[in-house]
């Protein structure tokens, strides 16, 4: 395995991990606002409440991927 197909190994797995984790914490928010639905509660997350998470895990990647980038540059470069 060359240096280009472990960096996109590397980066691959971290970001299905980190995709494994999003879809957890969104079946969690959705299984808590269905608990409250069936017990007649308000629902404890909104539209907003994804959004945010959306867009933390997205920035979570984008660094992640920013870094690889630099980093694989840095190896080419040597």
């Known amino acids: 395995m060359n240096e280009d197909q472990k960096y996109n190994y590397f980066r691959d797995s971290y970001i299905d991990f980190i995709t494994a984790m999003f879809n957890c914490e969104i079946s969690a928010m ?10 007649g509660d308000s629902m404890a997350y909104i539209e907003e409440d994804y959004y945010k998470v959306s867009r933390r895990y997205k920035m979570i990647v984008d660094k992640y991927i920013e870094k690889m980038n630099k980093d694989m540059r840095k190896m080419k470069s040597l």
Do not use: F, I, L, S
């Open 30 to 39: 959705n299984a808590e606002n269905k608990q409250r639905e069936v017990q």
